[in-house]
Nanobody, 122 residues
Framework: QVQLVESGGGLVQAGGSLRLSCAASGRTFSSYAIAWFRQAPGKKREFVAAINWNGGYTNYADSVKGRFTISRDNAKNTVYLQMNSLRPEDTAVYYC???????????????WGQGTQVTVSS
């Protein structure tokens, strides 16, 4: 089992950057694939990015390719989402999620964090 806690959200102007962190508890963190999702007001939750257990495989939604980078540090039990060139449409609550399958983590992960708010002003 793994527990996830997101941090790093906040208010930023368009064109700015933020780095989100997802800290995990559990001795088996390094065996989990991790994904980031987001949910804007009135919209469905959507996939943003994912990384496999050792960082050798990453996957991004088309809307964030070239602007967001997902990475992980298994020694710190943490996954990061570096967000650059932020746009007002990136405003959402961002969630990290975990699953032992990198295929399942992008659709129906078994574990979720509580979310962190990102607001991008125009």
């Amino acid at each position: 089992q793994v527990q996830l806690v997101e941090s790093g959200g906040g208010l930023v102007q368009a064109g700015g950057s933020l780095r989100l962190s997802c800290a995990a508890s559990g001795r088996t963190f390094s065996s989990y694939a991790i994904a980031w999702f987001r949910q804007a007001p009135g919209k469905k939750r959507e996939f943003v990015a994912a990384i496999n257990w050792n960082g050798g495989y990453t996957n991004y939604a088309d809307s964030v390719k070239g602007r967001f980078t997902i990475s992980r540090d298994n020694a710190k039990n943490t996954v990061y989402l570096q967000m650059n060139s932020l746009r007002p449409e990136d405003t959402a609550v961002y969630y990290c999620a975990a699953d032992q399958s990198r295929l399942v983590v992008v659709t129906s992960p078994g574990y979720w964090g509580q979310g962190t708010q990102v607001t991008v002003s125009s």
